[in-house]
């Protein structure tokens, strides 16, 4: 038992050391289907995107989505209250899910 819980917690510290520094994670990624039907009207980010309204074929074009009216649309069609929020918790359930916490 104490050696299951010891292989289990260093490969907690690999998973955690790998994690180390940036990641560069697409929107798919970090918004798989599994969240966006837990947490938005959408089966997929991609679907979220299109029912927005705006063109986005690349980042710059997501970017130049103005700040405002997208905290509008996230707060009307999911369940958080902003962007940053839905983000927030999206990377938290990437990393937990990376380190085999879900």
Do not use: C
Request: hydrophobic share 40%; net charge negative.
């Amino acid at each position: 038992m104490f050696d299951d819980a010891l292989r289990q917690l260093r490969d907690v510290q690999r998973r955690a050391e790998q994690l180390n520094g940036e990641h560069q994670v697409t929107l798919p990624e970090l918004f798989p289907d599994e969240f966006m039907l837990r947490n938005t009207e959408f089966p997929s980010i991609g679907a979220m995107l299109e029912a927005s309204g705006y063109k986005v074929d690349s980042s710059e074009d997501f970017a130049a989505i103005p700040e405002a009216d997208w905290d509008t649309f996230i707060a009307s069609r999911t369940r958080f209250a902003s962007w940053e929020e839905m983000k927030r918790t999206a990377a938290t359930a990437w990393t937990r899910q990376r380190l085999g916490f879900d």
